[in-house]
């Protein structure tokens, strides 16, 4: 269970989608101050990430510079990763990038069923083993008297005085 759990874990984050993101902005602000010399280099990388990432918006200052409507409008939020980087203040140029991240969504999910599918399968074949079988009575058995005992002193309680009640010796179960 220590060595199948941690690989059926998703937890390797994808900082290509960070790169491409910040590697536009950069170009951006750069554009802004020198267009004839960054335009070119700005369009390229924007071609770049929407042909190796999950693309679905690029804006600069709030105005839309790609976007891919049909997937954007059918993706829950959840299934979105949104970079923002700069201010209009400090640098002059916002830039909010959004990526389709569903693909990631899913192989989180898949990979939960199949913990879950490797715990319960565990838990069928250990239910099998004579010893653990046996714990797992003497366990049952310990909870039902307690729970016995505590239901027993409960209608005591109930069906006495309130009063009379530190005279009363405590109920003892022989098992």
């Not at 409507?69 to 829950?76: H, M």
């Not at 399968?121 to 079988?133: C, E, F, T, Y």
């Amino acid at each position: 269970m220590l060595i199948v759990i941690p690989t059926l874990t998703v937890n390797d984050p994808d900082v290509s989608l960070a790169i491409g993101a910040r590697m536009i902005h950069n170009l951006a602000v750069k554009n802004a101050t020198d267009p004839s010399t960054y335009e070119t280099g700005l369009q390229l990388a924007i071609s770049i990430v929407q042909k190796e990432l999950p693309l679905l918006y690029i804006g600069f200052n709030g105005v839309a510079t790609y976007l891919d409507e049909s997937r954007y409008n059918a993706l829950r939020s959840s299934e979105m990763s949104e970079f923002a980087f700069g201010s209009i203040a400090t640098t002059g140029i916002r830039t909010i990038v959004i990526y389709d991240q569903k693909y990631d969504s899913v192989q989180g999910a898949l990979y939960s069923i199949y913990t879950t599918t490797f715990v319960i399968g565990l838990l069928l074949v250990s239910l099998h083993s004579p010893l653990i079988l046996q714990r797992i009575i003497t366990v049952y058995s310990l909870v039902f008297i307690t729970f016995q005992l505590m239901s027993i002193n409960s209608l005591l309680v109930l069906s006495r005085n309130l009063s009379s009640l530190c005279e009363r010796s405590p109920l003892t179960l022989s098992v």
